[in-house]
């Protein structure tokens, strides 16, 4: 079956507008939470990743946009824009267009938005993207939870496998609002301090605003310089609970399984794992358990919420851009936040930004619903 690439990519994120900038900004270890309290947003404090409005909207004006664009849609327009520029790809019927996202333009619904409700509508953030560039094919909306962002590259990759597209532009966000943070308070899941992904002493999750963007190809020509290859991927359902995962990773456990079957390679030719890690009590132990079970406790892993928080549909995208940038710097980050295991099974935790040489890496995702998507990465260039 033809290689399918992951290639040019783009980052906006509280770290920087760029893929360059954000990942310097993570090998300096430099967070981009930042503290609020703020009560008419929620009682307590809480730590979150926001991008700066100002510098969004000087970014956005040089699109020329025509019309009126919500948050969400100035931040997918402003990233992807950078990857279709850098790919000097025309855009015809051989070209797709996924977009990723949890809640899409959910702030659409509040009381004082100016936009109609039916903006709300994820078909709508389709629509909005694919018109704004010029799209021949519709929009396909991949929004399944947290590995809607990663998911979205699978997808990719079987549509150019299959013969329906050549290649494949994939744009990924989430916005910040009250209904989404309110969300996860009514679990009592949000930390009132910066996130600790399986660290005994985590207190939960923080909530991040990111917007990512990749393109997906068969064409081995003229790919970035961080270019990888996507040897295998797998996505399953645990069938668990609506938010909570299977205690013994087995929907995770799955999802690898298949990605390193199609990969036709073991567990000791994975040089490090990009985790999902949300410092929350259930997800780490049941990642602990997975990655047991798939015999990779001893690979290097991270988590990169302590950086951005949580960025819903956007986080399984923007991880996957780092991993890519981590290969090519042969870099280790750091999983920010983690001192002391807080999880019942042995995991190898970057604690220090390590050089070394580098060529795969498995990034991996689950979310509520018990959805769970893996897929393993190989250095092209």
């Keep these: 079956m033809s290689k399918v690439y992951v290639s040019h990519n783009n980052i906006i994120s509280s770290l920087g507008f760029t893929s360059e900038a954000v990942v310097e900004k993570i090998s300096n270890e ?66 797709g267009l996924i977009i990723s996202t949890t809640k899409g333009n959910i702030d659409a619904l509040d009381a004082n938005n100016p936009f109609h409700k039916d903006r709300a509508y994820l078909s709508e953030l389709g629509n909005q993207v694919k018109d704004f560039f010029h799209f021949k094919n519709d929009a396909i909306v991949v929004s399944n939870a947290c590995v ?84 295998g991927e797998g996505s399953c359902n645990d069938a668990n609970h609506i938010s909570g995962p299977s205690r013994t990773g087995e929907g995770l456990y799955r999802s690898m399984q298949s990605a390193f079957t199609q990969a036709n390679i073991s567990a000791a030719e994975v040089d490090f794992i990009s985790a999902h890690g949300t410092a929350t009590m259930f997800n780490d132990e049941m990642e602990a358990i997975a990655f047991n079970r798939m015999d990779l406790s001893t690979v290097p892993l991270n988590s990169l919420k302590g950086y951005f928080g949580h960025s819903l549909g956007a986080s399984g995208l923007v991880e996957t851009i780092v991993g890519m940038h981590a290969l090519k710097n042969n870099t280790l980050y750091k999983s920010l936040g983690f001192e002391t295991s807080g999880v019942t099974k ?22 509520f619903g018990g959805c769970n998507t893996a897929i393993l990465f190989q250095k092209t260039n």
């Design 148 to 231: 809607s962002g990663i998911l979205a590259v699978a997808i990719a990759k079987r549509y150019i496998q299959q013969g329906t597209y050549d290649h494949v532009f994939i744009t990924s966000g989430d916005v910040i609002t009250e209904f989404i943070l309110s969300g996860f308070n009514s679990f009592q899941a949000l930390s009132s301090e910066p996130c600790k992904p399986y660290d005994a002493n985590r207190t939960g999750i923080n909530i991040g605003e990111v917007a990512a963007s990749v393109l997906v190809t068969k064409d081995a020509d003229a790919l970035a310089k961080e270019a990888v290859t996507i040897l």
């Design 30 to 95: 430099v967070s981009g939470l930042q503290r609020i309290d703020d009560k008419s947003i929620l009682p307590e404090p809480f730590y979150t990743s926001l991008i700066s409005t100002e510098d969004l909207q000087e970014n956005f004006n040089k699109r020329n946009p025509k019309g009126a664009y919500t948050r969400l849609e100035q931040m997918m327009i402003t990233s992807l824009s950078s990857v279709i520029d850098a790919s000097n790809i025309e855009i015809n019927d051989r070209v």
């Design 346 to 367: 042995p995991i190898n935790v970057i604690t220090e930004t390590t050089k070394k040489n580098i060529n795969r890496f498995l990034k991996t995702a689950s979310g």
